[in-house]
């Protein structure tokens, strides 16, 4: 899941200035603090030897840095929490939460045709089962037959689905609430009895909103998406997922300090309940691949499943807008996940008067491959060394990625008369160090 923030310096670096060359502050000896700090003690001499020429927005940012630096230790720690941007690292988290929440809708449809579905639970790419039995699936002798052959050919869906938690801050990153909400509406075509094939169409939107006041971050998503299924022998299926989305992102990061004077040369600095806002675009592309094994016997199905799912993002460049100067400008960033899954569904359909109920649970032990902690080195907006020797710039690094979790998730689905179906699940996310997630999807297929 999920990927965030911080920065970080190593102040030894910053020394080499004198020779005419600053290496950038990086991960290796503090938290994201440590590094703003460098930056600022690389950066401000500078500026104060052309101070004459600075702009007002540069002059805004000679005078922040400053006060910083002659602040006392404990007020500088307190100011440097709010100056440092922490929260920016969560685009990840906040672009990816869009985007996927509809890929599971639209794969929950799978679902419909099928043992399981590729349903995703916010940052983790997951199968998930949700039976839907013809309403003519049970037997004589108790046993359900699950064939695709007596449905009809052309069939619609639609799913809605919302996922929350939080994430805990730690001494690398900002904590976090977040909210996650999408819909989808598709349809698909049996071929064959053995094939289905379909496109779907969805929004998401997403909301994070970050501890202590620290501001807010949201992103809204539209995704389109292909599916397959294929029964190419008794009890086994595959299932393929592949999807685009495009995330328009929106971001408010607030500072709000003072330095006091006591003690300190320079005069008071006051930044208060100041925005710095962005916005920018981002990519993302899925495929995911399934197969499912069914073991079950009569009313019952129950089975192994394994999944490979791959996702790449990536976020356009964009720079902050803040009045005091302490705005920062990003460049492009990118990352990959690669994810294995394996774990068991488990159905079984219960006939009444008017339909069929079908219960079900799954479990899925989720292993990341390919998703690392990533860095990326930022620069204030108005820095006039930016890009060249003087200024180091700062490294932001992403905390460390849980490399394993586990997904828990059941519900109940029902077909009705007259060919409608609908199910409603509940699903969790543990085994992660410092995030709590839980969800829920409710769907419906019909037939025109």
């Keep these: 899941m999920a990927m965030m923030d911080r920065h970080i ?5 910053i020394c080499a200035s004198s020779i005419g060359w600053v290496a950038p ?50 007020d500088r720690k307190s100011a440097l929490t709010q100056i440092t941007s922490d929260e920016i690292l969560s685009q990840d988290a906040a672009v990816r939460g869009a985007s996927q929440m509809q890929t599971s809708a639209i794969s929950a449809r799978l ?16 199968w998930s089962p949700t039976q839907f039995a013809a309403s003519d699936a049970i037997q004589s002798d108790g ?46 075509y049996r071929f064959s009895d053995k094939f289905v094939a379909g496109l779907a169409l969805g929004y998401g939107h997403t909301k994070l909103d970050f501890d202590s006041d620290g501001g807010s971050m949201r992103s809204r998503a539209y995704t389109a998406a292909v599916y397959a299924m294929i029964q190419p022998v008794e009890r086994f299926e595959a299932s393929l997922l592949a999807a685009y989305s495009r995330v328009r992102y929106r971001g408010a990061r607030t500072i709000d300090y003072a ?17 710095a806002t962005s916005r920018t675009h981002a990519n993302q592309s899925e495929v995911s691949v399934s197969v499912f094994y069914n073991l079950g ?43 294995m899954a394996f774990g068991v569904d488990a159905s079984k359909a219960i006939s009444t008067s008017w339909g069929i109920l079908s219960p079900y649970a799954r479990a899925r032990a989720i292993f990341e491959t390919a998703d690392r902690q990533r860095t990326t080195r930022v620069f204030y907006v108005n820095d006039p060394f930016a890009g060249s020797s003087v200024s180091p710039g700062a490294t932001l690094t992403t905390s460390p990625t ?32 410092d995030v709590t997630q839980y969800g ?9």
């Excluded at 310096?9 to 670096?13: F, H, R």
């Excluded at 679902?111 to 997951?126: E, V, Y």
């Excluded at 699950?146 to 996922?163: A, C, D, E, H």
């Excluded at 004077?261 to 309940?273: K, L």
Aim: net charge negative; glycine share 12%.
């Design 9 to 13: 310096a190593s102040l030894a670096l």
């Design 25 to 74: 502050a990086t991960a290796q000896s503090g938290g994201n603090e440590q590094a703003t700090l460098a930056y600022v003690q690389a950066i401000c001499p500078e500026m104060r030897k052309i101070r004459p020429t600075l702009t007002a927005g540069q002059e805004a940012l000679f005078r922040r840095c400053n006060s910083v630096l002659n602040s006392t230790p404990a």
């Design 111 to 126: 679902s419909a045709m099928s043992h399981f579905s590729t349903q995703s639970m916010g940052t983790a790419m997951l």
């Design 143 to 188: 046993s359900v037959d699950y064939g695709i052959g007596g449905t009809p050919r052309l069939q619609f869906f639609g799913n809605v689905s919302y996922s929350g938690g939080n994430r805990d801050a730690t001494t690398l990153e900002t904590g976090f609430d977040m909210n996650f909400t999408s819909a989808v509406a598709g349809a698909d």
């Design 259 to 275: 330095l006091p004077t006591s003690g300190v040369q320079a005069p008071v600095d006051r930044v208060e309940d100041s925005t």
């Design 297 to 339: 016997e009569g009313a019952w199905t129950v089975g192994p499943v394994a999944q490979l799912s791959w996702a790449n993002l990536t976020i356009d460049g964009f720079a902050e807008q803040e009045a005091n100067g302490l705005g920062y400008r990003f460049a492009e960033q990118k990352s990959d996940s690669l994810q």
């Design 402 to 433: 849980d490399r394993t979790r586990v997904s828990l998730a059941g519900g109940i689905a029902a077909q009705l008369p007259g060919g409608l179906a609908m199910t409603l699940e509940g699903q969790t996310l543990v085994g992660m160090r």
């Design 440 to 448: 829920m999807m409710a769907g419906i297929r019909f037939a025109l």
